[in-house]
């Protein structure tokens, strides 16, 4: 690699390496060990092409979409772990009910199966069509919206508050973005 490709390359692990983990976070589940292996298999594969790269920061998220796919499908009969304590995230200026709500919010989508969990986390937090979800999962769409459609509902029951009853203004109060976790 020329020494100008691997300044771009370690300029952007600067600057998007903690948005990436953010997603990798909730792509295992909440494991921040997991997360920080799935960023660094992602990256080292993109180090790889860095020069026939056009647009990097899609390209790493392809990369870790289809990595954890894979280590779903590898580690199929496999028990997941949780962890207690959650990643970092920019936090917001909601009061002790919004973090309660995320804390609440978290430790649901812990609960939810590898697919629904990936399914959430594709269609709401980087609010990618059901047609790239059902792609980048290598399933039919009708799987993604049946999938999606449970898993809501799941949540729903395991967070009261995201219900039609509850708070509704706050169905989404994690929202991702490039710049990382936003309340």
Known sequence: MKPSNHDEFRDFVAMRSTALLQLAVLLTGGDRHAAEDLLQIALM???????????????????????????????????????????????????????????????ALGRLTKRQRAVVVLRYFEDLPEAEVAALLRCPVGTVRSTAHRSLAKLRVLVPELGPEGRTEQVRPLSYSSKGMQG
């Open 45 to 107: 594969k993109a180090y790889g092409r860095w020069a026939h790269i056009q647009q990097p920061e899609a390209y790493v998220r392809r990369i870790l979409y289809r990595q954890q796919v894979n280590r779903w499908r590898l580690r199929r009969h496999r028990a997941e772990t949780t962890v207690p304590v959650l990643p970092e995230s920019d936090g917001g200026t909601g009061g002790d009910s919004d973090s309660e709500l995320r804390i609440a919010l978290w430790a």
